[in-house]
């Protein structure tokens, strides 16, 4: 049986701080200042991702109101059902 021969390589097991990357002493591998820093970037994150996520309203382009029926008519259309006649657009 003969033994594998391993690259002598010299690796010692110290941990890096995951935020700013220099090596760190902590017993969580994080610097103290560094991991208040990650938490605050996580909460900012979280936020971001909450005001992302609402639900904004839907605004359809190719629809426009009738100002009188308050209906919801094609923006192509320039009469509604009720009647109305909406205003030319310039240049269209
Ligand atoms: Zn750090
Ligand atoms: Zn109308």
Known sequence: MGSISKPHQVVR???L???CGEPSYSRDGIHPQCNVTRNDR???KAHKAKVAAK???VSTPWLK???KCSRQVAARRHTCDCGHQFPHSAGG
């Open 13 to 15: 097991t110290q941990p």
């Open 17 to 19: 701080c995951p935020v």
């Open 42 to 44: 996580v909460r900012t």
């Open 55 to 57: 639900p904004k309203s």
């Open 65 to 67: 109101r009738c100002p």
